[in-house]
């Protein structure tokens, strides 16, 4: 059984810095594109960043562009987001997904697995 696990949320002030981690387990990530997306209350799910297999291939939404970092360690089986410059309109819960293909997808609908998400609260 796939789990992918997120952590590191939490409440931030506007400008300030939070790094989420998504662990996984029952599954192997190294063949995997993986995608943090987010969903704040009363919208849409929506892409924040995607990684392919092995790092060689990242995108970004246009909103967290230059601000927003996604790594990954396959020897971890973990994957990060780093958060910079953070405001208020970042607040949502931010899910964690892996796509069983190594090309990173940017519609919610194209990733297989899904952790539980973890909330961002960013005050102004």
């Known amino acids: 059984q796939v789990q992918l696990v997120e952590s590191g949320g939490g409440l931030v002030q506007a400008g300030g810095s939070l790094r989420l981690s998504c662990a996984a387990s029952?599954?192997?990530?190294?063949?995997?594109?993986m995608g943090w997306l987010r969903q704040a209350p009363g919208k849409e799910r929506e892409f924040v960043a995607a990684s392919n297999w092995n790092g060689g291939s990242i995108g970004y939404a246009d909103s967290v562009k230059g601000r927003f970092t996604i790594t990954r360690d396959n020897g971890k089986n973990t994957v990060y987001l780093q958060m910079n410059s953070l405001k208020p309109e970042d607040t949502a819960v931010y899910y964690c997904?892996?796509?069983?293909?190594?090309?990173?997808?940017?519609?919610?609908?194209?990733?297989?697995?899904w952790g539980q998400g973890t909330q961002v609260t960013v005050s102004s």
């Open positions: 997904a892996a796509r069983d293909g190594r090309n990173y997808a940017t519609l919610p609908r194209n990733y297989d697995y």
């Open positions: 029952g599954r192997t990530l190294s063949n995997d594109a």
